[in-house]
């Protein structure tokens, strides 16, 4: 694994105060949240543009971009 370019770093546990805060804290991709967004979407309320989803897309994989 030497040659890749992900590098895996070691988070520090949660503490239970935070545990706490997200497991009570609703989705953030609950049924309902998509849907509503997705209304957004259709009602043409809500534009997403292709280029900053491509980038999020390629940044969540690792991929640098040119």
């Known amino acids: 694994m030497s040659d890749t370019n992900r590098y895996i770093t070691r988070r520090p546990p949660l503490s239970a105060s935070s ?6 804290g609703p989705s953030v991709n609950s ?8 209304k957004l979407v259709a009602a ?3 534009n997403v543009s292709p280029r900053w ?12 971009l040119p």
């Open 31 to 38: 049924p309902t949240k998509v849907e509503a967004l997705r």
């Open 44 to 46: 043409g309320q809500y």
């Open 53 to 64: 989803l491509a980038t999020k897309i390629f940044r969540a994989a690792g991929v640098r």
């Open 19 to 24: 545990r706490g805060l997200i497991a009570s």
